[in-house]
C-alpha cells in the first residue's frame, strides 16, 4: 500500500510496497511516486491521483525490472489534508504471494484507517437499489458515539443518524452517483448518540462489481466547526443592511450577501462569476472595468482601500440609484480577494439637498425676518457664547453679527438691568429642566433707543453637556408700547391720572392677604363731589375734566404713601385705606379728607368750592371682598348725600333694606325662570359702509305679569349674585335662536345672532357645550347664525382655559366676541391668541367720545388693534350722528345703539326686517 498526497508525493509506503518494489521505505518517502511507474506510465499515476479509480500500470522496481501491477486508488482527507491511498497487486505472479500481499496490504490498510481523523466507510447498492453500510472504522464511535454494529438503514437507504431534513438530499446524490458513476460529494448534520448535531463532510468515488453491485469506499470527515463558522458568517452576511460583495482578482463575483440581492434585484447564482460592473451603469461600468484592469498591472488604486466613493448603481430593472461603495483587498493564500461593501444612499442624497434647501430657505426668512435668529449656548464650565447671529442684530441692536459672536457679553451689556437678571435667572431653569425658555427683554440699542424682544428657545444637550438654544427673538417694540398703554389705560383714570376700579380691585386684594391673620384693618371710602354736574353743564366738560384731575390729585396726597384714589365714573372716587388700627382711625381720616376738601380748588387761574361726601366701611367688620365693601360704601355714600353736601356716612345694618329688596327680587326673579317669562329683546347691529342690518344683540328682557317690565339693571345683578344668571342667559338664548330661525324661514333676513354667555357658563364648558347643541338640534337653527360675546373680564380671569373654550366652540362653527371690551385689563399676548372674531367697545367709551379727548384716544387704540389683529369691531351705544360720524372715519365696522334702534320686541324685530329700514352713513365710507 501507498499513501500520496496532493502533489502525487510519497507519504506512506508499506512492508509490502518495499517487497514489490525492492525499494526502502527512507528512500522513497517524500520523493514523487512518479519514479515508481515505467517511462511513459506516468499520466496512469496522476490520473489515479486526481480521480481515484482502479487501473492496471507498468511499474518500475528499484533494479531497473519491470511489472505489471493491478492499482486501486481511494482519495481521503485528514485534518484538512488530501490524501490517496494506493492498493497494488502484481498480475502474472503467484497467488501465495498475491494472497500474502494482500493480507499484507489490508493490514496495512486497516491500520491506516484507523488512525484517520474521521470515519472510512464502504457502502453497497444492489442492483434492486437496495442500499447497506458494511464497514464502518470505529471513527464512528468517536464522532458520533454508535458502534458499527447499532448503524441502522432505513427503507429509503438512509443511514438512521442522518439529520431528518437531510435524508432525502443525501439519498438523492448517493442514488445520482451510482446512476452517472460520478463521485459521491457528502455533506449533511448527523445527531449523536447524545442528540448533538455534528456536520459531517467527505466524498466516495463509486465501482461497478460483478452481478450490477455498485460499491463506495469513502471518507467523513468532521466539520463542525467550519461549517458552524460558514454558517455564522453566512447569518451575519446575510443581515447585514449594508451590500457585501466578494470579488476574486479579476473583479468577478464570488459571493453576495441577502442585501445586494434586495437592493440591485438579481438572484445570488445570476452575479456569481460576472464582473462587478455589471451592477454600474454606463460610463460607469466600462470606467470601472479599465480601472480593474490598471490595477492589475499597475498595482495603481484610486479606489480601492481609499475610502467610501459616490457613484451610480443599476438595478436588474434598469433603474439606477446613488450608490456608496467601500472596496479593500486581502490576501488569502497567496490569492487575491476584494471584498465591495455598499449601500443605497438614495434617502440620505435626498435628505442633504432637502437640507440644502432648507438652509438656504432658513437664511432667506432669517435675511427678511423683523427680529433676530440666534444659536446661544451654556458650556458646561459656565461660559456663555453665541456662535451664530442674523443680520437682524444689525438692525434691532445696532450691532454687527460678528461682533457678538466675538463678544457674548456685549448682548448682556445692552440688556436693562432687571431684563439681564431675568434672562440669566431663566437661562438658568432652563438648562437645568430643559423646559422652553420664554424670553421678554429690554434693551438699549447702540443708538441709544430702548428696544423689546420676543422670544421662546427649547434647549438640547450636546455630548460632553453643553446647552444649545436655537430660536427667534421678534422686535416688539411697538406692540409692547400699545401694550403698556393698554395697560395703562385698563389700569388708570384716563382724565385724572389715578387709578380705576379693576386696579382698586386688584389692590385690595393684595392689602387683604397682607392684613389677613394680623391685628390691622382696611377702610374703603366711597367718595361723590357734591353737584359737580353744575360745572359741567355751566363751563363745560373740558373744564369738568381739569376739575376732576385737580380734585383726584388732592385726594391723593390726603390719602397718604399707605392709601389708593381711583376714580369709578364721573364725579365718583374710591379711597383704599390699610394699615388701620380700629373704626376710630378711620373716622378721623374721613373727617380730615372732608375738611380738607372745602377749601377752594385752585384750577388754572381760577378756584372752585368744592365739597366732597363720602361713604364709609371697614374691613373684615362690614364685608369680606372688595365688591361687598364698595356695595356698601356705596349705600352709605347714597345716605350721606341725602344728609346734604360735605357729609360722612358709616355703613351700618340699617342699610340693609336694599340687601330685603334684593332677596325678594331674588324670589320673584326665580318664580319667573320658571314660568319662562324671560325673553329676548333684539337691538340690531349695522354696517357703517352700508348702512344695513347685519347682526343683532340679543338682550335679556323680564315681562313680570304683575309689574310689567323689569330693568336688566336690577335683576341681572340678583341673577349673578345668586346663580341664576345661567338659567336666564339659557332662555333668552333659547328664544333668539327660536326667532331667528323663524324669520329665515319667512325669508326675511339670514343674520347671525349674539347672545351673551355669562361667565359662569364660560367656566363649565361641557355643560355649554352640550346646551349649545341640544338648543340648535331643537330650533333647527345652523351654528353659523349664532354668535356668542363674553366679557372681556370673564375672558381674561382664566385666559388658557378661555382660550381652548373658544377655540372648541369655533370649531363647532361659532362665532366669538368680546363684549364691553376696555372695562377690564386684556395683555395683547393673550388677546392675539383668541380665536375670536369680534371686540365691542363699551358704551362708556362711547358716549362722550365727541367731546373727550381721552375717550376718543381710548376707541382709536380698540379700533387700531382690532384691525392690527384681523378682529372687527363693533361699537355700543351710538346714540347721535357725531358718534356716527366719529366712528366712521376711525374705521369702526359696525355700530350698535339707539341711533338706529332701541332693543326690540320679537314682534317689532320682525317689521323691521320686513321695511327694510337702513342706516344713512357718512359719504366718507360709503
Given at each position: 500500500m501507498i499513501v500520496l498526497d496532493a502533489q502525487g508525493v510519497v507519504r506512506g509506503f508499506d512492508a509490502a510496497a518495499e517487497a514489490l518494489f525492492g525499494v526502502a521505505r527512507l528512500d522513497i518517502e517524500g520523493k514523487a511516486a512518479a519514479r515508481l511507474l515505467a517511462p511513459g506510465h506516468e499520466s496512469a499515476l496522476a490520473d489515479l491521483n486526481d480521480r481515484g479509480g482502479r487501473r492496471a500500470a507498468l511499474c518500475l522496481r528499484g533494479d531497473g525490472t519491470t511489472f505489471t501491477a493491478d492499482i486501486s486508488a481511494a482519495l481521503a482527507e485528514a485534518q484538512g489534508v488530501r490524501l490517496c491511498v494506493l492498493t497494488l497487486c502484481q498480475l502474472g505472479g503467484g497467488c501465495d504471494a498475491l494472497e500474502s500481499a494482500l493480507i499484507q496490504a489490508e493490514e496495512r490498510l486497516a491500520s491506516i484507517t484507523a488512525n484517520v481523523p474521521g470515519i472510512v466507510f464502504q457502502r453497497l447498492m444492489a442492483p434492486d437499489g437496495t442500499i447497506s453500510y458494511p464497514f464502518f472504522t470505529a471513527g464512528l464511535r468517536d464522532l458520533l458515539g454508535f458502534e458499527p454494529e447499532e448503524v441502522k438503514v432505513n427503507a429509503e437507504g438512509c443511514l438512521h443518524f442522518v439529520h431528518w431534513a437531510d435524508r432525502s438530499s443525501h439519498v438523492a446524490m448517493i442514488r445520482r452517483s451510482a446512476a452517472e458513476m460520478d463521485p459521491c460529494v457528502e455533506e449533511f448534520r448527523a445527531i449523536t448518540q447524545q442528540g448533538a448535531v455534528r456536520w459531517l463532510r467527505g466524498t466516495s468515488r463509486p465501482h461497478r462489481l460483478a452481478q450490477g453491485v455498485v460499491m463506495w469506499d469513502g471518507l467523513l470527515i468532521d466539520v463542525t466547526d467550519r461549517k458552524q463558522a460558514e454558517l455564522r458568517l453566512e447569518m451575519i452576511m446575510d443581515h447585514a443592511a449594508d451590500c457585501i460583495i466578494t470579488l476574486d482578482e479579476h473583479g468577478r463575483i464570488e459571493s453576495v450577501n441577502a442585501a445586494v440581492e434586495a437592493l440591485f434585484g438579481y438572484a445570488g447564482p445570476e452575479m456569481i462569476g460576472h464582473s462587478v460592473s455589471m451592477l454600474m451603469p454606463r460610463p460607469h461600468r466600462d470606467q470601472h472595468d479599465a480601472y480593474v484592469s490598471r490595477y492589475l498591472e499597475t498595482g495603481e488604486g484610486m479606489i480601492i482601500g481609499q475610502g467610501a466613493r459616490e457613484l451610480l448603481g443599476q438595478r436588474k430593472d434598469g433603474s439606477i440609484f446613488p450608490l456608496e461603495l467601500t472596496t479593500s483587498e486581502v490576501r488569502m493564500e497567496g490569492n487575491r480577494i476584494f471584498i465591495g461593501i455598499g449601500r443605497d444612499v438614495t434617502r440620505r442624497k435626498q435628505t442633504e439637498a432637502a437640507l440644502r434647501e432648507t438652509e438656504l430657505r432658513l437664511g432667506n426668512i432669517a435675511a427678511n425676518m423683523p427680529g433676530v435668529v440666534f444659536q446661544r449656548v451654556l458650556k458646561p464650565d459656565g461660559s456663555f457664547?453665541?456662535?451664530?447671529?442674523?443680520?437682524?442684530?444689525?438692525?434691532?441692536?445696532?450691532?454687527?453679527?460678528?461682533?457678538?459672536?466675538?463678544?457674548?457679553?456685549?448682548?448682556?451689556?445692552?440688556?436693562?438691568?432687571?431684563?439681564?437678571?431675568?434672562?440669566?435667572?431663566?437661562?438658568?431653569?432652563?438648562?437645568?429642566?430643559?423646559?422652553?425658555?420664554?424670553?421678554?427683554?429690554?434693551?438699549?440699542?447702540?443708538?441709544?433707543?430702548?428696544?423689546?424682544?420676543r422670544g421662546q428657545s427649547r434647549p438640547r444637550r450636546l455630548d460632553g453637556g453643553t446647552i444649545v438654544w436655537d430660536g427667534v427673538l421678534l422686535d416688539v417694540t411697538d406692540r409692547k408700547q400699545v401694550e403698556e398703554q393698554l395697560a395703562y389705560l385698563a389700569y388708570h383714570d384716563p382724565v385724572t391720572k389715578v387709578g380705576n376700579r379693576p386696579l382698586f380691585l386688584d389692590r385690595f386684594a393684595e392689602a387683604r392677604e397682607m392684613a389677613t391673620g394680623g391685628d390691622r384693618q382696611l377702610g374703603v371710602l366711597s367718595l361723590g363731589i357734591d353737584r359737580f354736574s353744575i360745572i359741567n353743564s355751566t363751563l363745560g366738560h373740558s373744564t369738568g375734566d381739569r376739575v376732576l384731575a385737580a380734585a383726584a390729585s388732592r385726594l391723593?396726597?390726603?390719602?397718604?404713601?399707605?392709601?389708593?384714589?381711583?376714580?369709578?365714573?364721573?364725579?365718583?372716587?374710591?379711597?383704599l385705606l390699610t394699615n388701620l388700627t380700629g373704626e376710630r382711625e378711620l373716622l378721623e381720616t374721613a373727617e380730615m379728607i372732608v375738611g380738607s376738601c372745602k377749601e377752594p380748588l385752585p384750577v388754572d387761574a381760577e378756584e372752585f368750592d368744592l365739597t366732597i361726601s363720602i361713604g364709609i366701611c371697614l374691613w373684615p367688620r362690614d364685608g369680606d371682598d372688595a365688591e361687598t365693601l364698595v356695595r356698601n360704601a356705596d349705600a352709605a355714600l347714597l345716605r350721606a348725600k341725602g344728609t346734604g353736601p360735605g357729609s360722612m356716612q358709616m355703613y351700618s345694618e340699617e342699610m340693609n333694606a336694599r340687601a330685603v329688596r334684593t332677596l325678594s327680587l331674588h324670589h320673584r326673579l326665580r318664580r319667573a325662570i320658571d314660568d319662562e317669562e324671560l325673553v329676548a329683546y333684539f337691538q340690531p347691529q349695522v354696517d357703517v359702509t352700508t348702512g344695513r342690518v347685519v347682526g343683532m344683540e340679543a338682550l335679556a328682557r323680564w315681562i313680570s305679569p304683575e309689574a310689567g317690565m323689569i330693568s336688566p339693571g336690577e335683576f341681572i345683578p340678583v341673577a349673578e349674585e345668586y346663580g341664576l344668571i345661567?338659567?336666564?342667559?339659557?332662555?333668552?338664548?333659547?328664544?333668539?335662536?327660536?326667532?331667528?330661525?323663524?324669520?329665515?324661514?319667512?325669508?326675511?333676513?339670514?343674520?347671525?345672532?349674539?347672545?351673551?354667555?355669562?361667565?359662569?357658563?364660560?367656566?363649565?364648558?361641557?355643560?355649554?357645550?352640550?346646551?349649545?347643541?341640544?338648543?340648535?338640534?331643537?330650533?333647527?337653527?345652523?351654528?353659523?347664525?349664532?354668535?356668542?360675546?363674553?366679557?372681556?373680564?370673564?375672558?381674561?380671569?382664566?385666559?388658557?382655559?378661555?382660550?381652548?373654550?373658544?377655540?372648541?366652540?369655533?370649531?363647532?362653527?361659532?362665532?366669538?366676541?368680546?363684549?364691553?371690551?376696555?372695562?377690564?385689563?386684556?395683555?395683547?399676548?393673550?388677546?392675539?391668541?383668541?380665536?375670536?372674531?369680534?371686540?365691542?367697545?363699551?358704551?362708556?367709551?362711547?358716549?362722550?367720545?365727541?367731546?373727550?379727548?381721552?375717550?376718543?384716544?381710548?376707541?382709536?387704540?380698540?379700533?387700531?388693534?382690532?384691525?392690527?389683529?384681523?378682529?372687527?369691531?363693533?361699537?355700543?351705544?351710538?346714540?347721535?350722528?357725531?358718534?356716527?360720524?366719529?366712528?366712521?372715519?376711525?374705521?369702526?365696522?359696525?355700530?350698535?345703539?339707539?341711533?338706529?334702534?332701541?332693543?326690540?320686541?320679537a314682534a317689532d324685530m320682525e317689521r323691521l326686517f320686513i321695511e327694510g329700514r337702513t342706516l344713512a352713513v357718512p359719504s366718507i365710507v360709503s
Open positions: 457664547a453665541i456662535p451664530y447671529v442674523s443680520d437682524g442684530s444689525r438692525l434691532v441692536m445696532g450691532v454687527e453679527p460678528a461682533e457678538l459672536t466675538a463678544n457674548p457679553d456685549l448682548f448682556l451689556e445692552m440688556l436693562a438691568p432687571e431684563s439681564r437678571s431675568r434672562f440669566l435667572g431663566a437661562l438658568s431653569r432652563s438648562a437645568k429642566t430643559f423646559e422652553p425658555l420664554d424670553e421678554e427683554l429690554e434693551l438699549v440699542a447702540r443708538d441709544g433707543q430702548r428696544r423689546w424682544l391723593v396726597t390726603l390719602a397718604g404713601p399707605g392709601g389708593l384714589v381711583a376714580r369709578i365714573g364721573g364725579d365718583r372716587f374710591l379711597i345661567d338659567a336666564v342667559c339659557e332662555q333668552v338664548l333659547r328664544d333668539a335662536c327660536r326667532q331667528n330661525k323663524r324669520w329665515q324661514t319667512l325669508g326675511l333676513a339670514k343674520i347671525p345672532v349674539a347672545v351673551n354667555i355669562s361667565g359662569r357658563q364660560f367656566q363649565h364648558a361641557r355643560r355649554l357645550v352640550y346646551l349649545l347643541e341640544s338648543v340648535l338640534d331643537e330650533t333647527e337653527l345652523e351654528a353659523a347664525y349664532l354668535e356668542l360675546e363674553l366679557t372681556e373680564s370673564s375672558a381674561m380671569r382664566d385666559a388658557d382655559n378661555a382660550i381652548a373654550v373658544v377655540a372648541n366652540l369655533r370649531e363647532m362653527g361659532f362665532a366669538c366676541a368680546i363684549d364691553d371690551f376696555g372695562t377690564g385689563y386684556s395683555s395683547l399676548s393673550v388677546l392675539k391668541r383668541f380665536p375670536i372674531h369680534k371686540l365691542k367697545i363699551d358704551r362708556s367709551f362711547v358716549m362722550d367720545v365727541t367731546n373727550d379727548s381721552n375717550d376718543a384716544a381710548i376707541v382709536n387704540a380698540i379700533i387700531a388693534m382690532a384691525h392690527a389683529l384681523k378682529l372687527k369691531v363693533v361699537a355700543e351705544g351710538v346714540e347721535t350722528t357725531e358718534h356716527l360720524d366719529f366712528l366712521a372715519h376711525r374705521g369702526c365696522d359696525q355700530i350698535q345703539g339707539y341711533l338706529f334702534s332701541r332693543p326690540l320686541a
